[in-house]
């Protein structure tokens, strides 16, 4: 055999250590990201093509007051991809139990908040990516946010932290799903109306009567709303407010429901 | 400090609000330094003593001290101290073998520095130097438990667990881990195995306990365990599976085991071979039966446990083998 080395402990306080292993968790989800080509363009091109799709093909027959189409679109479709990103969330916990891989870490003298503050940190920094994408994406095809770049960047800060508390409430589903295919059929009767009912890609004002309440208020329309308003330099009242209020009480909720699965099932 | 690296008395571990009971008061005691071997089919209860070992299940009764530590108490310290390698090879296909490794011991909290320094010796010891920046996913059964046992020992644990490490693995690569095996042990490690091959815990383990539907139904070395069951076995091959039936029941009273008939072979474990293989040659002769072929052999680990149980080693219930992963998920689904 050859000469081991000595392990050398490294000397942190645990708070430092459960940072690092959320790091070392995270680091490894991103990577994986990279090179799973079919999550990659689940992440990239599916959004790109959600630009295209209503741009030119449905964009034509969707009439909003004042703004071009594509105004509208651009700042909707950004606070839809950020949200869709938790389905990976789902997903990519779902795959990590089925292959025991949450088993093994279960073993290991690491924090036990890693894997899901891993997992939402990692798609958390792909949001960002993405966001990035998807606005030059967005100018590439004629989007002109007349906002400043300031309030640009609270705009997409707005909408990152509104989906990073969304996704505990995913990484729940993805830890009670018995697998990654289920756990994406689950996401979707959610992920669905959240997204679609919603002032992401029209008015709810066009909707049906009965659907119009929601859509107006659902906490997806609000971070739309705010969004859009800080993007375009309008007025959107009290809409970023509500929106991390909605966030605030997601997490509150979410995150420990998601760690007591979490607890349950690894 | 205790003697033992693995203290655990009367565990029971229940699934299913005690519907199902994985474990029914079972006592180990491994000593320090030695491969000790856990022996049982599918569903016996080996890997949910494992996993309760290694803290990732709290038995539902009964004490459990690892390295000296209680691993229900001190969960944190028994990680520390331990290394577990399982069957399904929990590798991430996304990374590198040596990110893999990386990513281990980063967890483990070691230095940043001895843990590239160290991943890299592991990578040249178990001969994975060369596809050490490939993905995991492009390895082969035995690359990727070899990574796996890898990452059990980036820390350079005193204890390691191996659940069934070889299952799955062509014959090859099963040889070449069970090298790596003992020159772990030869460095000192204590080992707690779990294996259905009766072959490999031969091979391996100085001290073997036999798990059947979560009870101890047998401990010792696996020569005492040999000869506590008979110290031979008759082996008689027939010409046809007609004349082996009969056969076996001409014979069959020789042995106080049951005869185990098998198409042409009938199989009995005798205290006295040579003698008692007299007596059978005599009464099948004059009962008119041609013999293909007789022997005498040293018992298996598989008549051992054939003879404990009454089933085969191999013999899995479905049931039992279901019930033990379902307490938790379907993994298996994906090997």
């Not at chain 2, 090879?89 to 909290?109: K, P, Q, S, W, Y």
């Not at chain 2, 110290?231 to 185990?260: Q, Y």
């Amino acid at each position: 055999m050859s000469v081991t080395s000595v392990p050398v402990h490294s000397s942190k306080s645990s708070l430092r250590w459960a940072v690092s292993d959320v790091l070392t968790i995270a680091r490894r989800n991103l990577l994986a990201l990279v090179r799973i080509p079919t999550a990659l363009v689940f992440a990239v091109i599916q959004p790109v093509m959600f630009v295209l799709l209503f741009r030119y093909i449905f964009g034509g027959v969707i009439k909003i007051p004042h703004i071009p189409y594509v105004d509208f679109l651009i700042p909707g479709i950004l606070v839809q991809t950020t949200i869709f990103g938790a389905v990976g969330t789902a997903i990519g916990l779902a795959e990590d139990l089925q292959r025991g891989l949450i088993e093994r870490f279960r073993a290991l003298p690491m924090a036990r908040i890693a894997v899901l503050g891993g997992r939402t940190v990692a798609d958390f920094t792909r949001n960002i990516g993405v966001v990035i994408i998807i606005t030059f994406v967005g100018m590439a095809v004629g989007f002109r946010p007349s906002g400043s770049v300031v309030s640009y960047i609270q705009a997409c800060l707005l909408m990152l932290i509104f989906a990073y508390c969304l996704s505990w409430g995913f990484a729940f589903v993805g830890l009670a799903a018995p697998n990654s295919e289920t756990a994406q059929a689950m996401t979707f009767p959610l992920i669905f109306p959240l997204t679609f009912a919603s002032s992401i890609f029209v008015q709810p004002s066009k909707m049906p009567g009965w659907l119009q309440g929601f859509a107006e208020h659902q906490p997806v329309s609000e971070c739309a709303t705010a969004v859009r308003g800080l993007m375009l330099g309008t007025a959107h009242g009290d809409a970023t407010w509500i929106t991390l209020a909605w966030a605030i009480g997601a997490v509150a909720i979410l995150a420990p429901l998601a760690t007591a699965q979490y607890r349950k099932v690894a | 400090m205790s003697d033992y690296a693995v203290e655990a008395l009367n565990i029971v571990r229940t699934f299913k609000d005690g519907e199902v009971r994985a474990l029914n008061d079972v006592t180990l005691q491994v000593p320090r330094g030695e491969v000790f071997g856990l022996l049982g089919p599918n569903g016996s209860g080996k890997t949910t003593m494992i996993r309760i070992l290694s803290t990732i299940l709290k038995p539902t009764s009964g004490v459990a001290m690892v390295n000296g530590i209680d691993v229900v108490k001190h969960p944190d310290a028994v990680r520390r101290s331990i290394g577990l390698a399982g069957q399904y090879a929990t590798v991430d296909e996304n990374l590198t073998g040596f990110e893999n490794l990386r990513m281990i011991g980063l967890l483990n909290h070691l230095d940043k520095s001895f843990v590239i320094k160290r991943s890299h010796e592991l990578l040249e010891q178990f001969g994975l130097s060369d596809a050490a920046n490939r993905t995991t996913k492009t390895y082969s059964g035995g690359m990727r438990r070899r990574l796996d046992l890898g990452a059990a020992l980036v820390a350079n644990p005193p204890l390691l667990f191996l659940d069934e490490p070889t299952t799955g693995l062509d014959p090859q690569s099963r040889q070449d881990l069970w090298g790596i095996i003992e020159g772990l042990v030869e460095g000192g490690t204590t080992v707690l195995l779990t294996t259905q091959y009766l072959e490999e815990a031969d091979r391996l383990a100085k001290q073997l306990v036999v798990l059947d539907h979560g009870k101890i139904i047998a401990e010792g070395t696996s020569q005492e365990l040999k000869t506590r069951l008979g110290s031979t076995v008759l082996s008689v091959t027939f010409a046809t599976t007609d004349d082996a039936r009969r056969g076996g029941e001409l014979i069959g009273d020789l042995s106080p085991m049951p005869a185990i008939i098998e198409g042409t072979v009938v199989d009995l474990t005798v205290d006295r071979g040579p003698a008692l293989a007299a007596d059978a040659l005599r009464r099948l002769d004059n009962a008119g039966i041609t013999l293909v072929g007789l022997a005498l052999r040293e018992p298996s680990l598989d008549d051992v446990f054939l003879n404990l149980t009454g089933h085969k080693a191999e013999d899995v219930s479905g049931l039992d083998a279901d019930v033990v992963t379902s307490g938790r998920r379907a993994k298996k689904a994906h090997t």
